[in-house]
């Protein structure tokens, strides 16, 4: 008994050995992980964080004297000042009309190539191009075609119709920089309203056409309700996106005419570097934040709530 006692006991050895293998794995994963860790501190956290000191101080980089600490007082200068929610209020049509026409337009699409005929993939394809066009290359193009002697004012041209300013007219300045975005964005929006509407169950598309349901209304009764969850995160996803909207603002109009296109980004870019406002600008970047904070957060508690139903 005692001898066979003793023969085990040297099996019990393994469990430490694998124990250090395990810590020596998890050493391994976070040597591995940890340039990465260091490289998002950088170039993400401590800008954030410096971003925000400034936010709490007066700084000019023209002036002497560094940064000169005032509090919230930057807040209050920011939200009491006509400009700011001028700009606000530029970014919500922008946001709003962009919306309006893209999200319609892409679940209009997804509808369009949500079978099987020749070319679909092809189609699918190309109307998905713009999505993954640089909005930077995007904006070069379309500042072409908004242009004195670009393409739409050539079509006018043939159809004897007078040519139009569109970027540098006060009237239709911002309805351009929509139009471009909303093309821009019927991509990305199309492929997200096809991957649900292939995910609809067969089943009760075929009960709607058995209870004598057309297309019409298995759509408005059936499709669309379905879609709900998919429609709320496209426009929320959306919104996120448009309220940071910069790079084709500053390529076609740079806010103007007459600070008719002046989003929030393009306020907080001048304050920046046209006034040297480096306090207030971070203000204002603080407070967008807030917002598309927000909106992040709403998408994730409407998501949740579709997930349990």
């Known amino acids: 008994m005692t001898g066979s006692t003793r023969a085990a006991a040297p099996d019990a050895a393994p469990p430490p050995r694998r124990g250090r293998l395990l810590a020596t794995q998890r050493r391994a994963g976070w040597i591995l992980v940890l340039p990465a860790v260091v490289a998002l501190v950088v170039v993400t956290v401590v800008p954030i964080l410096y971003g925000f000191y400034l936010s709490l101080t007066s700084y000019n980089p023209v002036e002497r004297g560094g940064p000169r600490f005032h509090g919230l007082d930057g807040y209050v200068e920011v939200v009491t000042s006509g400009a700011f929610w ?13 919306l309006m026409l893209a999200v319609p337009g892409a679940l209009g699409l997804a509808l ?17 191009l713009p999505r993954v066009v640089p909005l930077v290359a995007v904006s070069m193009i379309w500042l072409w075609l908004y242009s004195h002697d670009g393409l739409f004012n050539y079509v006018l041209d043939l159809a004897g119709l007078p040519r139009v300013a569109f970027l ?18 019927l991509g990305g929006g ?3 309203f096809l991957a649900g509407l292939q995910g609809i169950p067969k089943t009760l598309l075929e009960a709607a056409a058995v209870d004598g349901c057309g297309r019409w209304r298995t759509l408005r009764h059936v499709t ?3 879609l709900v969850p998919i429609t709320t995160y496209v426009v ?3 919104l996120i996106y448009l309220a940071q909207s910069f790079a084709e603002v500053y390529i076609l ?14 306020l907080i870019y001048n304050e920046a570097f046209e006034h040297y406002r480096l306090g207030n600008a971070s203000a204002m970047a603080f407070l967008l934040f ?7 957060y709403l998408n994730i508690k409407v998501l949740s709530k579709g997930g349990r139903r």
């Open 86 to 98: 001028q700009a606000v209020g530029v970014t919500a049509q922008y946001a709003l009309g962009t």
């Open 224 to 226: 669309l309700p379905l």
């Open 190 to 192: 199309m492929i997200i």
């Open 253 to 266: 109009t740079a806010g103007g005419p007459l600070s008719s296109t002046t989003v929030v980004n393009m």
């Open 168 to 185: 540098t007219d006060e009237d239709t300045a911002l309805l351009s920089l929509i139009l471009m975005r909303a093309w821009k964005a």
């Open 290 to 296: 807030s917002l598309i904070f927000a909106l992040a």
């Open 236 to 238: 929320v996803v959306d």
């Open 112 to 128: 369009l190539v949500n079978g099987r005929f020749p070319g679909v993939a092809l189609f699918r394809s190309l109307f998905y």
